[in-house]
């Protein structure tokens, strides 16, 4: 199975500052890369598909990049409500499977 | 507006059988692979079965294979989640999800508790 890898675990920010958040493949999943926000109690929300095209309704703010096997999704300015969990997921291979997370938090 | 409903979740003993259900509503529900994914107290997110449109093609991640059985009922806009011999370790908030590869809408979930 693709084993994903995300780093950092935690991410400790302010409001108004930049999120970088790593995902990184045991192999390539070449661009089949997604990222979804969960916030307690809710549901995952996909926010970019295909590791650089954004969902609908998703804020410019977010923003992704990579291929192979290393990716990022950036957040531009954090805004109070984007702190969250922050999954990466891969659907280049079966099974497809979800990275640990990373929480962003508040500073 | 895309809806997905879950229900089903309960307390069930080891050993024992639960069905959930998920209804679609806001799309051509015939004209989309649907998905199962679940998630542990606490734990991140594990894929647990995809079902593709017409119903005639299944896959399984392993820790499931030959206990849980997905399927679909297109002319009610449903889709099941046929889970046996359950195990504490399937313990778990269950979400259906639209899509594949990548689910762009989810159920709010439903919780299944294995547990003597």
């Known amino acids: 199975d693709i084993v994903l890898t995300q780093s950092p675990a935690t991410l400790s920010l302010s409001p108004g500052e930049r999120a970088t958040l790593s995902c990184r493949a045991s192999?390539?999943?070449?661009?089949?890369l997604a990222w979804y926000q969960q916030k307690p109690g809710q549901a995952p929300r996909l926010l970019v598909y295909?590791?650089?095209h954004r969902a609908t309704g998703i804020p410019a703010r977010f923003s992704g990049s990579g291929s192979g096997t290393d990716f990022t999704l950036f957040i531009s300015s954090l805004e109070p409500e984007d702190f969250a969990i922050y999954y990466c997921?891969?659907?280049?291979?079966?099974?497809?499977?979800f990275g640990p997370g990373t929480k962003v938090d508040v500073k | 507006e895309v809806q997905l409903v879950e229900w089903g979740g309960d307390l069930v003993q080891p050993g024992g059988s639960q069905r959930l259900s998920c209804v679609a509503s806001?799309?051509?529900?015939?004209?989309?692979?649907m998905t199962w994914v679940r998630q542990a107290p606490g734990k991140g997110l594990e894929w647990v079965a995809n079902?593709?449109?017409?119903?005639?093609?299944?896959s399984y991640v392993d820790s499931v294979k030959g206990r849980f059985t997905i399927s679909r009922d297109n002319a009610r806009n449903l889709v099941y989640l046929q889970m046996n011999s359950l195990r504490v370790e399937d313990t778990a908030v269950y979400y259906c999800?639209?899509?594949?590869?990548?689910?762009?809408?989810w159920g709010q979930g439903t919780l299944v508790t294995v547990s003597s």
């Open positions: 999800a639209r899509g594949r590869g990548t689910p762009d809408y």
């Open positions: 806001g799309f051509i529900f015939s004209n989309s692979w």
């Open positions: 079902i593709r449109e017409d119903g005639n093609e299944e």
């Open positions: 192999q390539s999943v070449a661009h089949f």
């Open positions: 295909d590791t650089s």
């Open positions: 997921q891969q659907r280049a291979y079966w099974p497809f499977t």
